[in-house]
Nanobody
Framework: QVQLVESGGGLVQTGGSLRLSCEASTSTFNSYAMAWFRQAPRTEREFVAAITYSAGNTFYDDSVKGRFTISRDNAKNTVYLQMNSLKPEDTANYYC???????????????????WGQGTQVTVSS
C-alpha cells in the first residue's frame, strides 16, 4: 500500500505559477511510475503528466505541454508538478497517482492507476 499526500495548491492569477508536491509513504518509491491527474467539477478525471520510475521519460497532455513540468526526487519520495503560465481552464483539483506498471496499458486512463492522493485544489483567476 502506498499513501500519497499532495500539497502546494492555491489561488493564482492568470499567467502565474505554482509548484505541486506529492510525497509518498513507501520504501520502494523508485519502483513506481508517478502521474498527475486533474478533475474539475462535473467532469471526468483527466491525465496531466506522468514520469517513469527512473525519471528517464516524461509524458504530458497536449493542453499542458510546454507549460508544466513533472519531476521526481527519489531520495525524498516526492514527485513535483511545476505549473507555469497558468490559465483559468487549469482550475481543478489535482491528484497524484502511483502505479508499478505506469497505468499500463493506457497510462492516460485514470482507472489504470492503483494509488491516489486526496487532491489539492488549484484555482486560476482571470
Amino acid at each position: 500500500q502506498v499513501q500519497l499526500v499532495e500539497s502546494g495548491g492555491g489561488l493564482v492569477q492568470t499567467g502565474g505559477s505554482l509548484r505541486l508536491s506529492c510525497e509518498a509513504s513507501t520504501s520502494t518509491f523508485n519502483s513506481y511510475a508517478m502521474a498527475w491527474f486533474r478533475q474539475a467539477p462535473r467532469t471526468e478525471r483527466e491525465f496531466v503528466a506522468a514520469i517513469t520510475y527512473s525519471a528517464g521519460n516524461t509524458f504530458y497532455d497536449d493542453s499542458v505541454k510546454g507549460r508544466f513540468t513533472i519531476s521526481r526526487d527519489n531520495a525524498k519520495n516526492t514527485v513535483y508538478l511545476q505549473m507555469n503560465s497558468l490559465k483559468p481552464e487549469d482550475t481543478a483539483n489535482y491528484y497524484c497517482a502511483a502505479d508499478v506498471a505506469m497505468g499500463s496499458p493506457h497510462y492516460k486512463d485514470y482507472r489504470q492507476w492503483d494509488f491516489w492522493g486526496q487532491g489539492t485544489q488549484v484555482t486560476v483567476s482571470s
